[in-house]
């Protein structure tokens, strides 16, 4: 009998959290669907507060007190929509009065389709199933039994005739009337009734409400959970406020353009399309199905179809592609599957408000998960930002080989930051865990050299497209590359050297050698540093980490170079550094030795220099490409200052002779 093996304190603490976790949830979710009809009127509330939130500090701002602030807003909001109710209601009724007038025009087309399909096809055996259909599922109860049917019943042997019978019902009166009347206005005005009265409770008690909100969260770190929680209510009242009012110019341009183009009840369907806005991907399609068989049905012709297709298919786009980006930035933040996701989750609990108010709630969550450490699991769950950092990114492309994606991602971060930017805050953090993980020994040879050989690809895919200088526009549509540039500061660009202007021992093809410390990731960053330096002008190459040793020494081509740099990831141990500037400065007696020690301090830069005896720790690649430029460029102006000293020098000389001549006393 085999004996599973015993399971440890952490994995049945972590399984009871996991079950306590499920359970939570689905407690929570019951909640929100029984509940429905409290938690639907704070859902609103909670969002046109967030609307509201601005128009009250305007009016603050002009020195209005804040309740009554709060109450303008509120009244004036609730008018409008109103106001809003009361057109569309109307536009509803005269439309339906008018749609017994294109039945005729809805006939005619589809003749003329059959027509264009020819004759008795299978578009017109698909009607007649359909209309057999029909009337059996109208048929009465009963009728299948001819017995039925007849006027005169059997009984008994003799023919008796049925006696009809009517049912009459009492006078309501007019207290049932009035009930009747007022019954289905109630519920409305109860949930408009709450919805305002919670909307200036929220706007009034806003500080008191973040302050209970902070107590949930913890007060461990009272100042940043205070300035995340006010960068987050502002985040999103920008936001609510931007999309209505996007949403809102949405609705006017498409209710002028179908009264343009001549589609009856215009308003109520540019209200029906600011609305359904709010509904991602399918909500503007949605809010066109409905004109477009109107238009379909009104026009005997296609014209009407085809500019009402054109309407949309050309102010969606535009609002969506070039206004969005320009009022919300790169994103609302969420990812296309969560969209999805909150939409039918919503929907289902909901209804048609829930898929209304999908997009915003979730909103409201993710950025509660990026400011609040406790709800950070929302953010990973439906935030549009990568769930790892951009290091983990970078490390995990490199164990996947993929240095084509990767390359990629790289271009986007390129346009508004630098190459040795990428390199020291993505890349060089990215290998360094794949140091740690070669120390705790999980990295074995295998892994070790695909990474390097991922590497070597990566920069081959970036050396065509790479800019020397980054140009610093065009608005980056990548959720990784926004993510990583959160991460990086913008820096000053490193100097562009034009070959013909550094000192002829620097011109040469590869005057900088970078030779790999110990392990194939110190070969990668040997790879990156070489690439580095050709961008920025100078010519390098990288050497493997064996090139120092006894056998491959000698074959090493060290024929015009002026500086030698060794590559380290891990240099807490400076002996192998000690023997290999030897053997550098042994074979190239001439050359600047550098050592390049990732993440090193300027003490520990300093031990490191004093240990080796190299001639320059640096403590990332970009002061590596850094002081190659400026040795290169420095020792042509040191020649060239020590020559004209010389002339200067020589031109005094003659010029002290001749006085002395002409002056002999």
Not at 62 to 80: D, E, K, N, Y
Not at 362 to 377: A, D, K, M, N
Not at 570 to 595: G, L, Q
């Amino acid at each position: 009998m085999k004996i599973g093996k015993a399971q440890s304190v952490e994995d049945v603490a972590g399984l009871v959290g996991a079950c306590a976790v499920t359970i939570l949830a689905m407690i929570i979710v019951a909640t929100l669907y029984v509940a429905r009809e409290v938690f639907v009127p704070m859902a609103l509330a909670i969002l046109l507060s967030f609307v509201l939130a601005r128009p009250v500090e305007w009016l603050e701002d002009i020195r209005l007190p804040r309740p009554i602030a709060a109450i303008i807003s509120v009244l004036c909001a609730f008018a409008v929509i109103f106001a809003l109710g009361s057109l569309i209601a109307s536009q509803a009724t005269r439309l339906a009065g008018d749609l017994p007038k294109y039945q005729s025009t809805i006939q005619g087309k589809i003749s003329s389709l059959r027509g264009v399909a020819g004759g008795s096809t299978t578009m017109e055996r698909a009607e007649g199933m359909l209309q057999e259909l029909s009337k059996e599922l109208n048929k009465p109860k009963g009728t299948s039994s001819p017995s039925l049917t007849q006027a005169d019943v059997q009984t008994d042997g003799k023919t008796r005739t049925p006696v009809p019978v009517e049912v009459l019902q009492p006078d309501p009166g007019t207290l049932s009337n009035l009930r009747s009347l007022i019954a289905p206005l109630i519920s409305p005005l109860a949930t408009t009734g709450i919805i305002v009265i919670f909307v200036i409770f929220i706007l009034l008690q806003r500080e008191d409400l973040r302050n209970r909100l902070i107590r949930l969260a913890g007060t461990h770190d009272l100042q940043r959970t205070t300035a995340a929680l006010d960068d987050a209510a502002r985040r999103l009242s920008r936001l609510f406020l931007n999309q209505l009012l996007i949403n809102s110019g949405f609705g006017i341009l498409i209710g002028i353009g179908l009264w343009i183009i001549g589609v009856p009840s215009p308003a109520l369907w540019g209200i029906l399309a600011a609305v359904l806005r709010f509904v991602p991907y399918i909500g503007s399609i949605i809010a066109a199905a409905f004109p477009l068989t109107l238009a379909l049905a009104v026009d005997p012709g296609w014209s009407m179809l085809i500019w009402t297709a054109i309407l949309f298919f050309v102010i969606e786009p535009g609002i969506g592609q070039v206004i969005e980006p320009l009022v919300y930035g790169r994103s609302t933040g969420l990812s296309p599957v969560a969209v999805v996701v909150s939409a039918t989750f919503w929907t289902a609990l909901w209804g048609p408000i829930g898929l209304i108010l999908a997009t915003p709630l979730t909103v409201c969550l993710v950025v509660l998960g990026r400011h609040v450490e406790r709800l950070e699991f929302l953010d990973v769950m439906f935030g549009d930002r990568p769930a790892l950092s951009p290091p983990e990114i970078f490390y995990q492309r490199m164990l996947a080989g993929d240095p084509t994606e990767a390359a990629e991602k790289a271009e986007q971060f390129l346009k508004e930051r630098s190459l040795g930017a990428f390199y020291d805050d993505v890349a060089l953090p990215g290998l360094m865990l794949a140091q740690a993980d070669l120390e705790r020994e999980a990295l074995d040879d295998e892994r070790l050299s695909k990474i390097s050989e991922t590497v070597i690809e990566f920069t081959a895919d970036l050396s065509d497209q790479v800019l020397q200088k980054s140009n610093g526009a065009g608005a980056l549509t990548d959720a990784e590359a926004s993510a990583a540039l959160e991460h990086v500061p913008p820096e000053q660009q490193l100097a562009v050297v034009e070959k013909q202007s550094l000192l002829p021992a620097w011109q040469g093809d590869t005057p900088a050698l970078f030779i790999a410390g110990r392990t194939a990731l110190d070969e990668s960053v040997a790879v990156m540093l070489a690439h580095l330096c050709r961008v920025h002008g100078i010519g390098a190459r990288s050497e493997a980490s064996d090139a120092l040793t006894t056998k491959n020494i000698f074959k090493l081509n060290v024929a015009g170079v002026a500086l030698v740099c060794l590559t380290y990831l891990e240099w807490r141990n400076t002996s192998h550094m000690r023997y290999a500037v030897r053997r550098v400065r042994r074979k190239a007696p001439d050359a600047v030795v550098v050592i390049s020690a990732s993440s090193a301090t300027e003490a520990e830069k300093s031990v490191i220099q004093e240990a080796t005896g190299a001639d320059y720790v640096c403590g990332s690649l970009r002061e590596v490409a850094e002081f190659s430029i400026a040795r290169a460029s420095q020792a042509k102006g040191d020649a060239q200052k020590a020559m004209n000293d010389t002339k200067n020098a020589a031109k005094d000389a003659v010029d002290n002779t001749v006085d002395a001549l002409k002056n002999p006393s």
